[in-house]
């Protein structure tokens, strides 16, 4: 560990700096939760960020994966099996994945048909992940992308199309139906919707998985009420075992993205900072995707000023700026913002809230090197995980 006035000879930017305080609080309020609920268990979605594993490591977090890596990746980094769903599981993948899981939710009655009677024999505990058909975001919000209740979704059987009688293999159903949502009303709807479609069959199933994107981790967030209703919907299904699968909120408030302001770019009345990464080649699609013009990014000292403006026609006329990746890509861009003061070259930029679904999606696209991993604890830095130039040709198999 190093003091704060050797971080940048430490490793250059840009850096995911994660503040391990702040994950110690995220990781006590998720088990502050699990012991409030018996027969609850808070798995840990490796999909939020691998980035955050090793501190993870050896504190009891069991993992749910999506594949056979994140499977490996779980084993070898939380020990233990993980919980598994897979939107399709390949034959060459079973032999290797069924020694690492303990369950599995398919995605569909003919994967459950396919491997069910191999994962009864591998000792795994197999369920069905449905679609309960019942949304609780507005469609003009931009997390509406991401609602897998809509109707023809691929996730999950459709809660109306299941047969009469679920298949014996069937000992638990799988739903998600949230996204970064801070309301327990939300959820507790998504449940009374659960047991209102399915809730006939609840009694010859062992376990439900009630998915992810609570945010539970949030200053806002009503613990006392989430854990109420958790408690009272284990009530009247004592014989369940439950499980959430939150990702983002394990990682919520605790990763910071530090980077410099490499150029200034002026153009037709427009200020451009250019950055030492890529929004598109190192940002998920919650940045470059659908939702680019709806989600605005948190960075210290700057507003931002209006969806859809333009520099050179808003009022505020001093300080405002488009931030500019460093890729060759014309959508490797977002603005406009206000700065509370002048941004010059060399100055280093702190984007927040980007400690999850950022680092799961580094690519090297135009040879743009990934941020580097630091983990932070009070004013000392530890680097996890240095990226360089001379990484890339590794990284493409030549």
Not at 68 to 90: D, P, R, T, W, Y
Not at 112 to 118: I, L, Q, V
Not at 171 to 188: I, K, W
């Amino acid at each position: 560990m190093i003091g704060t006035d050797k971080l940048p000879q430490l490793v250059a930017t840009p850096r995911l700096v994660y503040d391990l305080d702040q994950l110690d609080k995220n990781i006590e309020r998720m088990k502050e939760i699990q012991r409030a609920v018996p027969n609850l268990t808070v798995l840990y979605a490796l999909k939020a960020s691998y980035a955050v594993l090793p501190y993870f490591a050896g504190k009891g977090i069991v993992g749910e994966v999506s594949s056979l890596a994140e499977a490996l990746l779980s084993n070898n980094q939380l020990g233990g099996k993980s919980h598994a769903f897979c939107v399709a599981i390949k034959e060459s993948d079973w032999e290797a994945l069924a020694p690492l899981i303990s369950h599995i939710s398919f995605n569909s009655l003919t994967q459950g048909e396919r491997f069910a009677a191999r994962a009864v024999k591998s000792g795994i505990s197999s369920g069905l992940r449905i679609n309960p058909r019942h949304s609780v975001t507005p469609e003009d919000d931009y997390h509406a992308d991401y609602d897998p209740t809509q109707p023809g979704c691929r996730f999950g059987a459709d809660i109306n199309e299941l047969p009469q009688q679920l298949p014996s293999w069937v000992e638990g159903l799988h739903m998600h139906a949230l996204c970064e949502n801070g309301s327990v009303d939300d959820f507790r709807a998504v449940l009374n919707a659960l047991e209102k479609g399915v809730g006939h069959h609840f009694h010859r199933l062992k376990w439900l998985n009630l998915g992810g994107g609570q945010l539970c981790t949030d200053e806002s967030f009503d613990t006392g009420a989430f854990i109420e209703t958790l408690n009272t919907f284990s009530k009247r299904h004592p014989h369940l075992s439950l499980y959430l699968e939150p990702g983002a909120a394990w990682v919520w408030n605790a990763g910071t993205l530090e980077a410099e302001a490499v150029d200034i770019v002026e153009n037709n009345g427009v200020n451009t900072i250019i950055t030492d990464f890529s929004f598109r080649a190192h940002g998920s699609d919650f940045l470059v995707g659908s939702a680019i013009k709806t989600l605005p990014l948190e960075v210290e000292g700057f507003t931002l000023v209006e969806e859809g403006a333009r520099a050179a026609s808003s009022p505020i006329k001093e300080h405002l700026y488009n931030f500019g990746g460093a890729s060759c890509a014309m959508c490797d861009t977002k603005g406009v913002y206000h700065s509370d003061r002048e941004i010059k070259p060399g100055d280093t930029l702190f984007f927040r809230q980007m400690g999850y679904y950022f680092d799961v999606t580094y690519s090297w696209f135009n040879g743009i090197v990934p941020p580097s991993t630091v983990f932070k604890r009070g004013d000392t830095y530890q680097l996890v995980t240095e990226r360089a130039a001379d990484q890339f040709i590794g990284t493409i198999g030549l």
